[in-house]
């Protein structure tokens, strides 16, 4: 079993920073892949920001210039830091984690941002 736990949300004022960290344990040595994605009510689950064990990023165009994704390949641990953020960044935040190219994703359970004035 993979277990991916993130940490790091919270309620922000429009033009604030946050931090999201993400750990992934269990069975899984080092994972190919980490990314985040975000969720509204109604909506489906969108990519943030993904990260390869190469450095290798992409990243949804809403957040290109604010959000830059990092990972630690030693500790299996990936980062979002957003900045400049806005009312409609708006969402639960879910860190993924992928042992293999070809695997499924594990989520975390999800952290909520919120910001508002």
């Known amino acids: 079993q993979v277990q991916v736990a993130e940490s790091g949300g919270g309620l922000v004022q429009p033009g604030g920073s946050l931090r999201l960290s993400c750990v992934a344990s269990?069975?899984?040595?080092?994972?190919?892949?980490m990314g985040w994605y975000r969720q509204t009510p109604g909506n489906q689950r969108e990519l943030v920001a993904r990260i390869i064990s190469t450095g290798t990023t992409n990243y949804a165009d809403s957040v290109k210039g604010r959000f830059t994704i990092s990972r630690d390949n030693a500790k299996n641990m990936v980062y979002l830091q957003m900045n400049s953020l806005k009312p409609e960044d708006t969402a639960v935040y879910y860190c993924c984690a992928r042992r293999y190219p070809i695997d499924p994703d594990y989520w975390g359970q999800g952290t909520q941002v919120t910001v508002s004035s």
């Open positions: 269990g069975r899984i040595a080092s994972a190919y892949a």
